[in-house]
């Protein structure tokens, strides 16, 4: 009766064939011909029909949309192509050339009373190294390389400590200045701007030996990610003993806040000394981005981190020049009238 029907033989199928990015899985007390097509883990292929198992991509590699390829993982880094990398470049590029062009104003009117107080050569160094730590920002974009990993945060820490070395000597210097002109003070022969190189030097070396030390013992390398975001690859340094890193970033942190403290206990001496005011609110900045950074890098990742990094050594930088030698610029070029020795005696107010 059944050929007389439908002369075929009778087709039995429960499950429809597995496609491809799919794997059988078959159902507990149910025919063998009865089974699930479940698809495949995050990171595994299936590149046949009916597979009864995944296999899993190579590390560097990812599957397709369809998962029946492996394809290259795409690295993420901070490049200079990126309009994000081309951007920080340019800023710092253009960030670096302003405390240059601070210098040659100084240079120009080294002669006038406001640069002669501000003790001039130190003033200088500061500068050079101000537009050196806007320059290290360089270091952290581009593929992470074995030498540039090893250096960068190294040249960043010494830099730095090199520029917030010369603003504590200043400080040192104007409470010194001032206790020296007192009868019978014993604090004259530190009043000398030999005092204010050797406060450099010694801020300057501690935290050369700490780098050399970190880079010797415990080295920063260059690192592929592949746990932060799945199918990429995050091509960035890793610091080597993080331990290092935050008692370098400490170090330059210690010396700021002991600018600050004196800088504030400072801040009321006569007008001939008030550069601590300056001091003050440079480094109440700096120690404002410094700890906003933490929190900032601590919750971002890949290039993000990095970048929150360099628009802290930016934005820092910027407030130390804006704080230090916006309002000497503004008198040396708009109000000449008040670049006089009797002004800066206290015979004027600014």
């Not at 883990?41 to 390829?69: A, F, V």
């Not at 302003?98 to 640069?115: A, Q």
């Not at 400080?171 to 000398?192: D, I």
């Amino acid at each position: 009766m059944f050929f007389l029907i439908l002369p075929q033989v009778p087709v039995s199928v429960c499950t429809p064939s597995c496609p491809v990015g799919f794997r059988k899985v078959l159902r507990r007390d149910m025919p063998v011909c009865c089974f699930e097509c479940v698809p495949c883990p995050l990171g595994e292929i299936s590149n046949m029909t009916d597979s009864l198992d995944c296999i899993k991509c190579p590390w560097d590699k990812w599957p397709n949309i369809q998962k029946d390829k492996c394809h290259p993982k795409s690295r993420e880094f901070l490049s200079f192509e990126e309009p994000l990398g081309s951007t920080i470049v340019t800023i710092s590029v253009f960030s670096s050339l302003l405390p240059l062009s601070v210098f040659g104003i100084f240079i120009c009117y080294k002669n006038t009373p406001i640069v002669r107080a501000n003790n001039f050569s130190l003033s200088c160094l500061l500068l050079i190294s101000m537009s050196l730590c806007f320059l290290t920002s360089l270091a952290f974009i581009g593929y992470p390389q074995a030498q540039k990993c090893l250096l960068r945060q190294v040249t960043f820490g010494t830099i730095f400590t090199l520029c917030v070395s010369c603003i504590l000597a200043k400080t040192f210097m104007v409470v010194f200045a001032f206790m020296a002109t007192k009868p019978g003070s014993r604090l004259r022969q530190w009043a000398s701007p030999r005092v204010s190189y050797i406060i450099v030097v010694l801020a300057s070396f501690l935290q050369l030996v700490l780098c050399i030390s970190w880079i010797s013992l415990a080295p920063p390398f260059p690192e592929d990610n592949i746990q932060t975001k799945p199918g990429i690859i995050i091509v960035e340094c890793n610091e080597g003993s993080s331990t290092a890193f935050w008692c370098m970033l400490g170090y330059l942190g210690l010396l700021a806040t002991i600018s600050f403290i004196v800088a504030f206990l400072a801040r009321r001496l006569p007008d001939s000394f008030n550069e601590a005011k300056f001091i003050t609110f440079s480094m109440l900045a700096f120690l404002s981005v410094w700890v906003s950074y933490i929190p900032a890098s601590l919750s971002s990742s890949g290039k993000y981190t990095v970048a929150m990094e360099v628009f802290a050594i930016l934005s820092s930088t910027w407030a130390l020049v804006i704080c230090m030698f916006a309002p000497k610029c503004f008198i040396i070029l708009f109000r000449p009238d008040m670049n006089s020795k009797e002004h800066l005696m206290g015979k004027s107010k600014i």
